[in-house]
């Protein structure tokens, strides 16, 4: 086995290998892998190495507005100077913030697509102002250190809105929340159910829209979730993602304005103990597309 991988890469005198092949001609393979399958084959040796280093490689990873991306970033007159076009994207699978830090966006690394996350804190939310009803706590299970707590409500909604230039693609919208409230005890995981109350009188209202006139809404009983085989119990204390819908971008000329909200108004009854976090929009094929690793936080 080790002579014959050797052969492949070594020009020996029975007859070529891969390091006689050209290096145009290797980059033109790499157009059709992922990023880390490139920087795998990279190590070869000089030739794919070589077309690993192509700007017309990466040029082929990154989305065709990926100038919009680096205009977010600081100082990007003197950061992108002499950049190749393997450390822009290297620069931009690193979430970008923007809008004072509540919003994130990043490239996937193997895909090389537009994924965005939003902080609740860039998002209006009925009735924040009064402790009684609403807090916010730090936590180092959000990326952006901050969820928001409902302790008790009647009225419940949480809107956002987004406008940025989404390359063409289709996406899928989802809020990430959690039931009780957690933290660390003695360095362990613990959840706090005390206010949890509410959820299962009636469906939660998920919408979005968007400035071209998509329009998509869902509903879910946030206690309606996987059970536990053993007893039957609701398992809570975990982040669970819920999709409001999918939205197309044709075209990144005009941006795209996405408008979403969570909602749950019924006032015959209260409603608490649920954490919101965020809510993300990538593609929603995402997953398949990655095929290691999962989108959604566990």
């Not at 990926?66 to 990007?76: F, G, N, T």
């Not at 469906?203 to 509903?219: K, N």
């Not at 975990?238 to 999709?243: L, V």
Request: a neutral charge.
């Amino acid at each position: 086995m080790g002579a014959s991988l050797s052969s492949l890469t070594e020009n020996e005198t029975t007859g070529p290998g891969l390091g006689d092949i050209p290096e145009n001609c290797v980059a033109c393979v790499f157009m059709y892998l992922t990023p880390p399958e490139i920087c795998n084959l990279a190590r070869l040796n000089r030739a794919f190495r070589g077309a690993a280093s192509s700007d017309a490689v990466w040029n082929s990873k990154l989305p065709s507005n990926y100038h919009h991306l680096l205009d977010l970033l600081p100082l990007r007159e003197k950061i992108n100077e002499g950049l190749s076009k393997k450390d822009i994207f290297a620069l931009l699978s690193r979430p970008v913030p923007f809008d004072d830090g509540n919003k994130e966006v990043w490239l996937d690394r193997i895909c090389g697509r537009i994924c965005m996350s939003i902080s609740t804190k860039a998002m209006l939310i009925t009735g924040v102002e009064d402790r009684r009803h609403w807090n916010w706590f730090p936590t180092e299970e959000s990326r952006f250190h901050v969820v928001a707590y409902c302790q008790q409500v009647w009225w419940f909604e949480v809107s956002g809105s987004v406008k940025f230039p989404f390359p063409p693609d289709v996406y899928m919208l989802t809020f990430r929340v959690h039931l009780g409230k957690f933290y660390k005890r003695l360095g362990r995981r613990v959840c706090n159910f005390e206010h949890t109350h509410g959820w299962d009188l009636g469906p939660v209202r998920y919408e979005l829209t968007t400035s071209d006139g998509q329009h998509a809404v869902s509903e879910y009983f946030i206690h309606d979730i996987e059970q536990d085989d053993t007893n039957g119990n609701i398992k809570r204390g975990k982040w669970i993602e819920y999709q409001v819908g999918e939205f197309i971008v044709s075209r990144s000329d005009p941006a795209t304005e996405v408008r979403f909200s969570m909602k749950q108004i019924d006032c015959t009854h209260s409603k608490g103990g649920l954490c919101v976090d965020s809510v993300s929009i990538a593609p929603s094929d995402l997953k398949g597309c990655r095929r290691k690793g999962v989108f959604k936080y566990q």
